[in-house]
Nanobody, 114 residues
Framework: QVQLMESGGGLVQAGGSLRLSCAASGSVFSLRALAWYRQAPGSQRELVADITTGGRINYADSVKDRFTISRDNAKNTVYLQMNSLKPEDTGVYYC????????WGQGTQVTVSS
């Protein structure tokens, strides 16, 4: 059983930065693609960024050039560096581990004030 635990969310002013972390239990971390999703109030969950086991990265158009996803397989941790934050980035951010069995974290709240 894999458990994902996000941290690093909070309240920040527009233009500020936050760094989210997601620590995973278990031994399959390096074998799985990872992703960050977010869900704003009243909206569907959307993909923010993902990273394959080989390091190939994909970003949503809305966060390109502002957000950076990275992974540290030695620490079983995936990160999301968020810069130049905007109010529309507000939402609950979820860590996701892909595979035959998909895993989700509990989410961390990010609030960007204008």
């Amino acid at each position: 059983q894999v458990q994902l635990m996000e941290s690093g969310g909070g309240l920040v002013q527009a233009g500020g930065s936050l760094r989210l972390s997601c620590a995973a239990s278990g031994s399959v971390f390096s074998l799985r693609a990872l992703a960050w999703y977010r869900q704003a109030p009243g909206s569907q969950r959307e993909l923010v960024a993902d990273i394959t086991t080989g390091g190939r990265i994909n970003y949503a158009d809305s966060v390109k050039d502002r957000f950076t996803i990275s992974r540290d397989n030695a620490k079983n941790t995936v990160y999301l560096q968020m810069n130049s934050l905007k109010p529309e980035d507000t939402g609950v951010y979820y860590c996701n581990m892909r595979g035959f069995t998909e895993y989700w974290g509990q989410g961390t709240q990010v609030t960007v004030s204008s």
